[in-house]
């Protein structure tokens, strides 16, 4: 058998394991940086381009933002207060519970502004970086391998059908958020348990396209299909969960999310390298599902 077609046993320490070293991939990618110098010019052009990005998203959305999550927090106080003033004197101690509420309210709105803008720094950030990333991403590989990075045939009716490649593959992660988001959000109008299975599929889901996103540059230069790419996520579970959920944290820190895109995309690269390319090839037609 090929290592095409043939996962590698894993002893029983594999696993968890590999759940700790998916995580470190960040920042096994700094120390890269700094050992390789060459690399930092990859970096340069995406970060300016992301700050440009990030000060449209900040101040076109964390403030207005801001400025309607206290006004929704203090119209809900509001009510309450009017609501406890119309009980029993005993039953005031509702007020303190109320302000309670309302700060965690305050806490897990803004959370979820910041959830949503650092994943839209993403993929506009990653959209229009993406020629630096690509280059990042070659020059990753070829310092893990020790081989020139494999590169698709550059030719004119290829730049069209990469062009194509691109937004077909946009349209296909925005599918995948609409398949699986609508239901998570309907989960939302059950109380209490449907909102807990909302937020963890919600970062769940959000988490999967972020590492399709830094694991998508190796992948789509051996032209992955989409499903390929999904394959992946999943063939190298449990490295790949805690590989994304690292790294969405990384993009969702304001400000730090400004620099950790180019981190994540060469870790994602490092990561395709050594789970991947070691284990299946680079050929995904003959990669068998699962």
């Known amino acids: 058998m090929t290592p095409n077609n043939l996962q590698s046993p894993n002893s029983w320490l594999e696993k968890p394991l590999s759940l700790i070293t998916g ?10 940086f700094y050992y390789n110098p060459s690399l930092r010019k990859y970096v340069i052009f995406p970060v300016i381009v992301n700050f440009i990005v990030g000060i449209f998203l900040y101040f076109g959305l ?3 933002g801001l400025t309607g999550i206290e006004n929704i927090v203090l119209n ?8 406890v003033a119309n009980l029993p004197q005993w039953l005031h101690y509702l007020d303190i519970l109320a302000n309670i509420l309302g700060w965690l309210l305050r806490v897990g709105l803004v ?12 993929q506009f950030g990653g959209i229009l970086g993406a020629p630096w990333y690509g280059q990042l991403s070659e020059k990753v590989e070829e310092l893990q391998t020790g ?3 494999v590169l698709p045939p550059q030719t004119l009716t290829s730049s ?49 396209i972020v590492c399709l996103d830094f ?38 820190i304001p400000f ?34 699962i």
Do not use: H
């Open 160 to 208: 069209v059908q990469d062009i194509g490649r691109a937004i077909l593959y946009e349209l296909k992660k925005l599918g995948l958020q609409i398949l699986i988001g609508v239901p998570l959000l309907l989960l939302n109008f059950i109380p209490g348990l449907g909102t807990l299975l909302f937020t963890i599929g919600g970062i769940g889901l959000a988490s999967t």
């Open 111 to 122: 959370s979820l502004l910041l959830l949503i803008i650092g994943f839209l720094l993403l």
């Open 256 to 289: 730090l999310n400004l620099l950790s895109i180019p981190v994540c995309v060469a870790a994602g690269t490092m990561f395709f390298c050594d789970r991947i390319l070691l284990n299946y090839g680079s050929e995904p037609e003959k990669i068998t599902p």
């Open 147 to 149: 081989k020139p990075a």
């Open 23 to 32: 995580a470190t991939y960040p920042l096994r990618a700094l120390q890269l």
């Open 215 to 252: 694991l998508d540059s190796p992948m789509e230069r051996r032209r992955f299909r989409f499903r390929d790419k999904l394959n992946m996520i999943i063939r190298t579970f449990p490295a790949s969960v805690s590989f994304a959920l690292v790294c969405f944290g990384l993009v969702v």
């Open 62 to 64: 964390l403030l207005p």
């Open 76 to 83: 809900l106080d509001s009510q309450i207060d009017q609501w």
